[in-house]
């Protein structure tokens, strides 16, 4: 897609380490554009206008070994500054003549005190009387000051924790400030890129929406676009935009499982038909979805039957159309970087994201990707910039196999019933005590089992509601939500009385890891 990125931007080199997404959260946290790119994108730029800025994340390599992974030393000279955090700060000092060991007695992992030693640009305002409590994560250390630099900072274990070189601009950091254990994290960022790398743009979500419509319709031109669309942020974000792009060229798919939360595919497709005037169709299609998956409980298998009938429905729509050149998704910032390795190499890529998977190529498709540079928040705060509203903007995620992975083992009308009215009850009582916004994911399942209970004067021998609410920030970690007792005790009783087959409600208290968020 042609694009006018922002003048200015920070770019963040990954070395593969598992929190660069969070440094790119934390500069786009300050209103500042920001790119992750591997090794390989960064030889590909040819002209470095506009990069204001350039941190190195952490990784699994070590300078130790004969075969490290690198950038080009020219790229430390163009006086553009340069922030090394962890791996980055052991590469700087590789690169410019200083020694880094592998030592068991400087190895730090937790909570490391770091003293300060002299004064920086880089920790303006970041010390508490001289020290600060940091967060650690290497093996390998710093032993020898490359040349030019100076120490501006030491815990026990590592002399050398901040280092600078205020002629090329190049800071290295051995602690991670990108991760909220370390205090007053955000504020090294903050010096960095306002004090050093003097980038002045305030980068706005909200703007982008502009540049995406203008960018689709540049890309689209004439053609027809095909989108599924499934009534979560992602994907309406994706429609309303690519709407105002290109109208009536932009045909909406909605395929209604069954297995979907009580009441809300329909009230979704009516909205999205009445209040934002898509090109919607609506596919009825729970009776052949419950066919297959009627009599599977393994939860790989389920997962597979649902998303290869969903593909196949899919396709057999969007056939009946001529003309159709792109197929729209709602793929996010975080599963292209997923998507990919540090090296660039196939073999260590750890998850691959394909929304309506396989259909892009078996239908001759292009992928249209309008959302691939932003995060989950930021998209809800593009979907407010063009109107999406309230409701749908705060919508919780919700898989795409729906209630399908909620009901434990063997699915049956019954139970779909059961659970849809648990969730309901559920959810309308979160909204009600305006809790819902303040959890990343809440949902009830089914459990496969059936206890005694006893209801009046009558034993009862009925299902369990399991409930799970998480806060996280992103899915790949979670915590379980601590709701008030008094919540609780009403939900437990909400639920008991007002859904015939369920004699027992429980809370989910396992975070992620161990436990993942959905339960199959
Ligand atoms: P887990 O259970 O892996 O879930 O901790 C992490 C997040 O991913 C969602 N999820 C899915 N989303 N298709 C989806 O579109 C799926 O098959 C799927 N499985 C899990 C889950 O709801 C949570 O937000």
């Known amino acids: 897609m042609s694009s006018q990125k922002p003048k200015e931007k920070i770019i963040i080199v990954d070395f593969g380490s598992q929190v660069t997404k969070l440094i790119a959260r934390r500069v786009r946290d300050f209103k500042v554009f920001c790119e992750i790119l591997i090794i390989k994108d960064l030889y590909k730029i040819k002209n470095y206008e506009g990069i204001k800025g350039i941190i190195l994340s952490g990784g699994p390599s070590t300078v130790t ?3 490290y992974l690198s950038i080009p030393k020219e790229i430390f000279l163009k006086k553009i500054p340069v922030l090394g955090i962890c791996y980055g700060l052991q590469l700087i000092s590789k690169l410019f003549g200083g020694s880094i060991k592998s030592l068991k007695t400087r190895r730090e992992f937790g909570r490391a005190i770091l003293y300060k030693k002299k004064q920086s640009l880089l920790t303006k ?19 020898k000051l490359p040349k030019g630099f100076k120490v501006i900072a030491s815990t026990k274990n590592s002399k050398l924790t901040i280092i600078e070189n205020t002629k090329y601009k190049i800071y290295g950091v051995q602690f991670h400030p990108e991760v909220t254990h370390t205090e007053n994290g955000k504020q090294i960022f903050n010096n960095f890129l306002f004090k050093i790398c003097k980038i002045k743009k305030k980068w706005r979500v909200e703007s982008e929406a502009k540049r995406i419509i203008s960018d689709v319709r540049k890309t689209i031109k004439k053609d027809k676009v095909i989108c599924a669309l499934s009534g979560g942020v992602d994907s309406s974000v994706v429609a309303l935009l690519i709407n105002k792009a290109i109208k009536k060229n932009l045909i909406c798919i909605m395929v209604d499982t069954g297995l979907m939360r009580k009441n809300e595919f329909k009230e979704s497709y009516y909205l999205f038909k009445k209040k934002y005037k898509l090109n919607v169709k609506l596919i009825n299609a729970s009776k052949i979805f419950f066919k297959k998956i009627k009599d599977v409980s393994n939860p790989e298998l389920k997962r597979k039957i649902i998303g290869n009938l969903f593909v196949k429905i899919f396709e057999k729509e969007a056939k009946k159309y001529k003309s159709i050149k792109y197929l729209a998704q709602g793929t996010l910032y975080p599963d292209i970087i997923e998507s990919r390795s540090a090296t660039g190499s196939k073999s260590a890529i750890i998850k691959s994201h394909h929304n309506v998977g396989g259909l892009p190529k078996r239908m001759n498709l292009k992928l249209l990707e309008p959302l691939k540079e932003f995060f989950k928040d930021e998209v809800r705060i593009l979907g407010k910039s063009i109107g999406l509203i309230d409701s749908l903007r705060n919508k919780h995620p919700f898989p795409g196999p729906g209630l399908a992975i909620r009901i434990i083992g063997k699915i049956t009308p019954e139970k779909i019933k059961i659970l849809q009215e648990a969730d309901n009850i559920y959810i309308t009582e979160l909204i009600n005590q305006n809790l819902y916004n303040k959890i990343w994911q809440a949902y009830a399942a089914l459990l496969p ?19 799970r609410a998480v806060i996280s920030e992103d899915g790949m970690s979670a915590d379980y939500f601590n709701f008030p007792k008094e919540f609780l005790d009403k939900i437990s009783n909400k639920i008991v009385n007002g859904v015939p087959g369920i004699n027992r409600v429980v809370y989910d208290i396992t975070s992620k890891p161990p436990s993942t968020i959905e339960l199959e």
Do not use: P
Not at 125 to 143: E, G, L, P
């Open 125 to 143: 305002n970041f010390f508490n009387i001289k020290k600060q409590s940091v967060w650690m994560s290497h093996q390998d250390a710093v032993t």
């Open 65 to 67: 070994k004969k075969k």
């Open 449 to 467: 089992m059936k206890t005694v209970g006893v209801m009046g004067d009558t034993r009862t021998y009925e299902y369990t509601c399991l409930l």
